[in-house]
C-alpha cells in the first residue's frame, strides 16, 4: 500500500517530535525507504512556506524525492473558487 501524505499530514507530524516518538519516526522512515510514502511537489512548496516545525522541515529537505511532479493526467484539473475545471476539454464540475 502507498501512502499520499497531502499538508496537513506534515502538519500533524509537527507533533510528534522524533526524541519523544521515534518509532513514529521510524516507521514513516521506513515507508520512505520502501518507496510507499508519497506527495507532491504542491505539497511541498505549501510545507516549505507554511508555519512549520524544523524537525518537520529538516526531515523534508532529506527526503525530497517523495515529492513527485504531477502526472499528464493531474495536470487537467484545476481548482477555480471551489469548482473542479477540466482544462481543454470543456466541462465543469461542481
Do not use: H
Not at 511541498?44 to 523534508?60: A, C, M, R, S, T
Amino acid at each position: 500500500m502507498v501512502y499520499i501524505f497531502d499538508t496537513s499530514s506534515f502538519k500533524v507530524l509537527g507533533n510528534y517530535f522524533p526524541k519523544s516518538f521515534p518509532t513514529v519516526w521510524q516507521k514513516i522512515d521506513l515507508l520512505v525507504s520502501e518507496g510507499r510514502l508519497k506527495s507532491v511537489r504542491e505539497v511541498l512548496k505549501e510545507v516549505e512556506y507554511g508555519n512549520n516545525k524544523q524537525f518537520v522541515l529538516d526531515w523534508i529537505d532529506f527526503n525530497k524525492q517523495i515529492f513527485l511532479p504531477p502526472t499528464a493526467q493531474e495536470t487537467l484539473f484545476k481548482w477555480v473558487g471551489g469548482i473542479k475545471y477540466k482544462m481543454n476539454v470543456g466541462w465543469v464540475e461542481a
